[in-house]
Nanobody, 130 residues
Framework: QVQLVESGGGLVQAGGSLRLSCVAS????????????MAWFRQAPGKEREFVAA????????HYADSVKGRYAISRDNAKSTVYLQMNSLKPEDTAVYYC???????????????????WGQGTQVTVSS
């Protein structure tokens, strides 16, 4: 019903920037755009998937992992069913596969939990060289 497709990953030097995009498509993409919480997670080799950032449907409430606060910014364009992740001042430890996720409206206390999300993209690789 909903497909999420990420793009924008790549190789960048430490201190550089990247912007990831995630487009929702499918029969329920309009519902995703107007109601769902959209988030980004990441998973480094040998590590568990971890929360990065999340946005309520209207962008009125944003959440960030402590490790990315002040460097990353999540935003969304509901008219395009797209969520973005602007990543600045990248560090080698930011290297991971980044995943887009969508969830029906959820409490802010659980936005960091992977189990809260109903739909996932296939991921895009971000590699930061030192």
């Amino acid at each position: 019903q909903v497909q999420l497709v990420e793009s924008g990953g790549g190789l960048v030097q430490a201190g550089g920037s990247l912007r990831l995009s995630c487009v929702a498509s499918g029969r329920s993409s309009g519902r995703v755009a107007s109601n769902y919480v959209m988030a980004w997670f990441r998973q480094a080799p040998g590590k568990e998937r971890e929360f990065v950032a999340a946005s309520t449907w209207d962008g009125g409430s944003l959440h960030y992992a402590d490790s990315v606060k002040g460097r990353y910014a999540i935003s969304r364009d509901n008219a395009k069913s797209t969520v973005y992740l602007q990543m600045n001042s990248l560090k080698p430890e930011d290297t991971a596969v980044y995943y887009c996720a969508a969830a029906r409206p959820i409490h802010s206390l659980v936005v960091v939990a992977t189990a809260s999300y109903d739909h996932w993209g296939q991921g895009t690789q971000v590699t930061v060289s030192s």
